[in-house]
T-cell receptor, first 116, second 111 residues
Framework: DVKVTQSSRYLVKRTGEKVFLECVQD?????MFWYRQDPGLGLRLIYF???????EKGDIPEGYSVSREKKERFSLILESASTNQTSMYLC???????????????FGPGTRLTVL | QKEVEQNSGPLSVPEGAIASLNCTYS??????FFWYRQYSGKSPELIMS????GDKEDGRFTAQLNKASQYVSLLIRDSQPSDSATYLC???????????FGTGTRLQVFP
């Protein structure tokens, strides 16, 4: 079974703090993704990565950065947390596109971040 | 126009009935389509994928794809209260490997 784990289920931080969210997958997936999910807005892609040390901006990258030093690990960094970054953060991983198949995304359990 | 559209619901069906969930998408070049189930407070869980026009069945679930109409649906037969969740439609967009998600349809199955 694919397993995607995230470092924390719940996290409370203060405005201005630097926040690290970690994601690890054990299926040798090339692709990793960070989303945030907010009521009424659905899942929005923050950043994704096709390979080690590679990153691509998603739809809402402002205020975030990422790091992928190892294939299995993808970190999301909030440089200076703000209250509007209070959200559920979801990590996902998938194989690189191989035809039309085998590229389903599998999600971690999520981190509910509250910024006070 | 949103890239992937779903009715937010709630869709309420009695136990044992067929629940029909619908999704339309705007990118005609899309090739891969997915349905995820998300329970409240949990992360999305993949339940179906479909790549070709027609129907794909897996247990009580049937996914239907019509690329000409840019329409994908999910049927849940013999609905159970445990099926009550939000169902997310996701489409592989122009950028390979990147999914576009709808905002989800909330399904309520009442006994």
């Amino acid at each position: 079974d694919v397993k995607v784990t995230q470092s924390s289920r719940y996290l409370v931080k203060r405005t201005g703090e630097k926040v690290f969210l970690e994601c690890v997958q054990d299926m040798d997936h090339e692709n990793m993704f960070w989303y945030r999910q907010d009521p009424g807005l659905g899942l929005r892609l923050i950043y994704f990565s096709y390979d080690v040390k590679m990153k691509e901006k998603g739809d809402i990258p402002e205020g975030y950065s990422v790091s992928r030093e190892k294939k299995e690990r993808f970190s999301l960094i909030l440089e200076s947390a703000s209250t509007n970054q209070t959200s559920m953060y979801l990590c996902a991983s998938s194989f690189r596109l191989a035809g039309e198949r085998d590229n389903e995304q599998f999600f971690g359990p999520g981190t509910r971040l509250t910024v006070l | 126009q949103k890239e992937v559209e779903q009715n937010s619901g709630p869709l309420s069906v009695p136990e044992g009935a067929i629940a029909s969930l619908n999704c339309t998408y705007s990118d005609r070049g899309s090739q891969s389509f997915f349905w995820y189930r998300q329970y409240s407070g949990k992360s999305p869980e993949l339940i179906m994928s479909i790549y070709s026009n027609g129907d794909k069945e897996d247990g009580r679930f049937t996914a239907q794809l019509n690329k000409a109409s840019q329409y994908v649906s999910l049927l849940i037969r013999d609905s159970q209260p445990s099926d009550s969740a939000t169902y997310l439609c996701a489409v592989m967009g122009m950028i390979a490997d990147k999914l576009i998600f709808g905002t989800g349809t909330r399904l309520q199955v009442f006994p």
